[in-house]
């Protein structure tokens, strides 16, 4: 049984934190590509970040470079999402990725809401 479940999501002020938490079932993340998106209302699915498997290189999209850091905990098969100095623009549904190209195997996450609002 191969399952993403994220949590950790909900209301935050303007500049809070939030830290949300991908964990995975069925296979090991360590030998997987994965990424954090989301999605707003009307918007489309953006890539918001993602660690590889190889070298546990990183890579942000602009808008939430220097605020946002995504990390892998292999022990507990977990991914997570630091998420500070956030902003409203920062609503959205965020979904969780596993990428492994070479067997052409990719899973998605259910999602969590992240709301930022005063």
């Known amino acids: 049984q191969v399952q993403l479940v994220e949590s950790g999501g909900g209301l935050v002020q303007p500049g809070g934190s939030l830290r949300l938490s991908c964990a995975a079932s069925?296979?090991?993340?360590?030998?997987?590509?994965m990424s954090w998106y989301r999605q707003a209302p009307g918007k489309e699915r953006e890539l918001v970040a993602d660690?590889?498997?190889?070298?546990?290189?990183?890579n942000y999209a602009d808008s939430v470079k220097g605020r946002f850091t995504i990390s892998r905990d292999n022990a507990k098969n977990t991914v997570y999402l630091q998420m500070n100095s956030l902003k409203s623009e920062d609503t959205a549904v965020y979904y969780c990725?596993?990428?492994?190209?070479?067997?052409?195997?990719?899973?998605w996450g259910q999602g969590t809401q992240v709301t930022v609002a005063s």
């Open positions: 069925g296979f090991r993340v360590s030998t997987f590509v």
């Open positions: 990725r596993a990428e492994f190209a070479i067997f052409r195997l990719r899973y």
């Open positions: 660690i590889s498997s190889a070298d546990d290189n990183t």
